[in-house]
């Protein structure tokens, strides 16, 4: 085993190598990071070590050969074509002139980052029938790197060391019970030698929890559940064991552990390095509806809350919930940035998060306690947040507790995951949200289904209606900006319309710039201080995923993974018109006078509709829709309208062939193609009702089709 000295001593000979601190040399050396260099990231501009750039979480580029004044120059230094169109979502990571970044299904690529030559990858052969327990789509949100290892959340579980030389597994540690319905989609964090990984799968019926790794052998450190479990089963004998009898108990009614509670861990880790702490964001109840959770009753804690962890032992330090007893699917898991801001004339360190609530939230590292908080988007739940107590001042009714209710925002969130970034320069903070409304009522019928979407309201997503009228009068209600927002005075500065939502990440830069890309397939550069946009590519597909800079002898690139999928693609983004499949994502680089070009995109067009001849009773329509609605439209859409990234299943060759239809989704002929077997929740009579509501979905298809149509 290594001593400390000798770990320090080729630290410093590795990064001897390169060519001056965030000048890596092209020929690229394993990714050695050490403690010392990930608490120094920001004196390693050209590098980005880890996933916010450095534990700070900023994404922000100290980089400035790329400026406002020659954005324009920007062009394409080389592209890498990735194997799947399923959504992609990682922050790759460079270090040393490699990148490292991750794909659908939880494979990992190393890339010559001043190339884009291959130099290996990694498939974990996840079994696809585990994309069934996928809320979100199969994503996977990059790695991790410590001395000389990455680390990969597999979506079934697995936390996979690799080398970071080769590629080759040095350790793997399976970090949830396989037989439960959860998922690992987050990247993971190293800190003080430990992997810190979460996982999701709430909307299914678990319960959260966040654990750490020893790094360099995988052994368990400590394990924190964010809700308690079945009291009748006593302390869990883990870290939260204290704090959970101590505070949690008692916010909490029913048989709420029977589906699980919720509270999954799935996206924001932070380490404030300053503090010597670690911030984790919780998520949503399971289910969802708390009237069905807890007796419509009690705060239901840690749920959408940002806890505070002592990183050593895991033990709980602080917490501030933004959405007691959460209702509406309202996760606080979104990005967490610290920074020191000057508030009321004194240096505050703070942390910044806006999570699916709607508001954002400035909050005291070393108390937890809330300094302010100011709605970005438009809200009907809530009408603000009361400074005394810190909770909000819900809209009566908002809890759909006795007739249905349109609430905004929607489950999918003002901001979702996608990464913020905030500028030291400008003291902005760049953010993606999105106007998304949606309608909650609780489900009558509900029943727990182990396995099954678990949600306790009814229908999600909801069909859009069969007029294309008021479809496109829906669809231009979803909107989705960039927001250029002032934390220290709570305020709008700038904002960029797009005509929908779920847009990508961003990137500050030193240059005065931020970038992102959009749904719409665009990859632009704004002005940090005005938001006027300076340069623009068509990526040829959605790009969603948060962009990074890195710096390569003098060269400066910025780089974004293209690659449309997620939630809203997947479940409600019914587009206009789809004829095509989504093409396969891409890795796509970029430099000052790169002349590097995509290939065109030559797709053959989708099968036409293919409405069956079956006679089908009002009935047997309205309960296939129910289920459909509820289980089938959140990865082919609502109203079988499917965005391109998974089958149109109107224009499938079983809809009208009633025994195939039975072998695909009552028996699981397909599951190698991760569509699994739906025989355990529901019966060969209620397929069929799915198959007569695709079929008048399919019909109204065929209708608008044809010469003449609407």
Not at 121 to 145: I, L, M, Q, Y
Not at 281 to 289: F, H, R, T
Not at 438 to 459: C, F, L, Q, R
Request: with cysteine.
């Amino acid at each position: 085993m290594r001593t400390l000295a000798s770990v320090s001593l080729l630290a410093l000979a590795v990064t001897a190598l390169a060519t001056g601190a965030g000048n890596a040399a092209s020929s690229g050396t394993p990714a050695f990071v050490t403690a010392q260099r990930l608490a120094d990231a920001g004196k390693e501009p050209g590098n980005w070590m880890t996933h916010g750039g450095t534990y700070a979480e900023q994404r922000y580029a100290d980089l400035e050969q790329v400026t406002s004044a020659n954005v324009g120059k920007l062009g394409l230094a080389w592209s890498y074509d990735l194997d799947t169109a399923r959504g992609q979502e990682a922050t790759p990571l460079v270090i040393d002139g490699v990148m490292y970044t991750t794909t659908a299904w939880s494979k990992v690529v190393a890339l010559d980052a001043a190339t884009g030559k291959p130099k290996w990858t990694f498939d974990p052969e996840v079994d696809k029938a585990r994309g069934h327990s996928a809320c979100c789509d199969v994503v996977n949100r990059g790695v991790a790197a410590w001395n000389g290892l990455l680390f990969v959340g597999a979506l079934d579980g697995r936390l996979i060391a690799l080398d970071a030389a080769t590629g080759k597994v040095k350790w793997s540690v399976q970090t949830f019970d396989a037989s439960k319905p959860y998922t690992i989609t987050g990247a993971p964090r190293v800190v003080k030698g430990k992997v810190i990984i979460g996982n999701g799968g709430a909307e299914l019926g678990v319960r959260g929890y966040v654990t750490a790794y020893d790094a360099m052998t995988g052994q368990k450190a400590w394990r924190f559940y964010t809700v308690p479990g079945d009291p009748a089963k006593g302390p869990d004998g883990e870290a939260s064991d204290d704090v959970l009898k101590a505070k949690a108990g008692d916010s909490w009614f029913g048989d709420f552990w029977k589906a699980g509670g919720g509270g999954t861990v799935w996206d924001a880790i932070v380490y404030d390095q300053e503090l010597d702490q670690l911030y984790i964001g919780v998520g949503n109840g399971s289910p969802w509806n708390r009237q069905i959770r807890s007796e419509d009753k009690g705060d239901n804690l840690f749920l959408s809350s940002v806890v505070a962890l002592n990183p050593n032992t895991g033990k709980y330090i602080w917490h501030y919930q933004g959405t007691p007893g959460e209702s509406w699917d309202f996760t606080q898991t979104q990005p967490i940035v610290q920074a020191t801001l000057t508030i009321d004339g004194k240096p505050r360190k703070v942390l910044m998060q806006a999570p699916k609530n709607g508001f954002f939230y400035v909050i005291d590292r070393e108390t937890g306690k809330l300094i302010s908080a100011k709605n970005f988007v438009p809200q009907t739940w809530a009408t603000g947040v009361d400074m005394a107590t810190g909770r909000p001042i819900e809209v009566p009714g908002a809890r759909y507790e006795k007739a249905a209710a349109t609430v905004m925002p929607s489950a999918l969130g003002a901001h979702n995951w996608h990464p913020m970034s905030f500028s030291p320069k400008t003291g902005l903070v760049y953010l993606p949200a999105q106007e998304i409304p949606m309608g909650y009522e609780t489900d009558k019928s509900y029943t727990y289904k182990p396995g099954a979407w678990n949600i306790g309201i009814s229908a999600l997503p909801l069909a859009p209606p069969n007029d294309r009228a008021v479809t496109k009068a829906i669809r231009a209600m979803l909107k989705g900006q960039l927001v250029a927002w002032d934390p220290v005075k709570q305020k709008e500065v700038w904002r960029v319309q797009y005509d929908g939502p779920w847009n990508g990440g961003t990137l500050a830069t030193a240059g005065n710039l931020v970038f992102q890309g959009n749904a719409k397939g665009q990859f632009q550069a704004f002005d940090a201080s005005t938001g006027k946009t300076l340069w623009g590519f068509d990526a040829q597909t959605g790009v969603v995923a948060g962009p990074v800079s890195y710096r390569i002898g003098t060269t400066q690139y910025v780089a974004v993974m293209a690659g449309y999928g997620g939630a809203y693609p997947l479940s409600i983004g019914f587009p206009d018109k789809v004829d095509h499949m989504a093409p396969n994502g891409r890795v796509l680089v970029f430099k000052l006078g790169g002349t590097a070009k995509l290939p065109k995109v030559d797709m053959a067009p989708l099968a036409p509709p293919n409405p069956p001849k079956d006679a089908f009773t009002a009935q047997q329509i309205a309960d296939g829709g129910a289920i459909y609605e509820g289980n089938c439209g959140v990865c082919h859409g609502g109203g079988a309208r499917s965005s391109g990234v998974l089958p149109d299943l109107r224009r499938s060759g079983a809809l009208t062939d009633k025994d195939q239809w039975q072998a695909i989704v009552h028996d699981g002929l397909l599951k190698e193609n991760g569509m699994v077997a739906f025989s355990s929740w529901f019966n060969k009579d209620q397929i069929e009702a799915v198959r007569a509501y695709v079929g008048v979905q399919a019909k109204y298809l065929a209708s608008e089709s044809a010469p003449g149509g609407k």
